[in-house]
């Protein structure tokens, strides 16, 4: 059961009331000009920041294209890509930066776009899965051609991580693949296929 304060008789302080007021008279006692001073300029930056509610407009620049929406400052950019834009490669398996399935391009870096704010990306370069050459010299194909899928949960997350890889290595050693596909989780385990995608998109890539 919750405790109520109950105020004593004839307007006496609580006990919760002295302790408060003797806290503050301790603060006030121990805090030195030079503390007040920071704590003054703490606040006084403070209000310069602006303090953003409810839903409020955003700018992102999606596959090359400035797209406008709005969406709560608390909103992901997997959120904001899938339900406001209606892009949905990116998948949301764990929602909690451990999977990858979410995994989007920002700014040439993989990011987990489920823990990603939305409004940092504002101004940013975002690449999807929705943009990538799905012929014969692109990511997507290689995966198809090698097996590199079963559910296909996990499939985009992997694709974009290797489109991110070869466009900065552009001839990559198996270790170095499986290094840049390392933040990303197949939970059917192939593994095996997705590496060999790799190899061979690199390859195509290269001759292309
Ligand atoms: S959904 Fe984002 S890392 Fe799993
Ligand atoms: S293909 Fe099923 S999780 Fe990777």
Redesign the pocket.
């Known amino acids: 059961m919750l405790e109520t304060e109950q105020k004593p008789p004839n307007n006496r302080a609580s006990r919760r009331d002295f302790l408060r007021g003797s806290g503050l008279a301790a603060a006030t006692t121990v805090l030195t000009g030079r503390a007040t001073a920071a704590i003054e300029e703490a606040r006084a930056q403070d209000s310069e920041v602006p303090i953003l509610s409810g839903e409020v407009p955003l700018k992102l620049n999606v596959n090359g294209q400035e797209k406008t929406t709005v969406a709560e400052p608390r909103s992901t950019l ?1 959120d904001t890509l899938r339900n406001r834009l209606d892009v949905t490669g990116p ?12 995994t989007v391009i920002l700014e040439g870096e993989t990011v ?4 990603t704010l939305a409004v940092s990306c504002q101004g940013k370069a975002i690449e999807t899965i929705e943009s990538f050459d799905t012929g014969p010299n692109g990511v997507p194909y290689a995966f198809h051609q090698n097996d590199g899928l079963m559910c296909g949960y996990c499939t985009p997350g992997f694709v974009t991580s290797c489109k991110a890889l070869l466009d900065q290595n552009k001839n990559p050693t198996l270790e170095e693949i499986q290094r840049g596909l390392d933040g990303n989780i197949c939970r059917c385990g192939t593994y095996g296929g997705v590496f060999k995608a790799a190899l061979a998109a690199a390859k195509t890539m290269k001759g292309a």
Request: glycine share 6%.
């Open positions: 997997l998948k949301r398996v764990c929602d909690r930066a451990s999977c990858g399935a979410c987990y776009s489920c823990t």
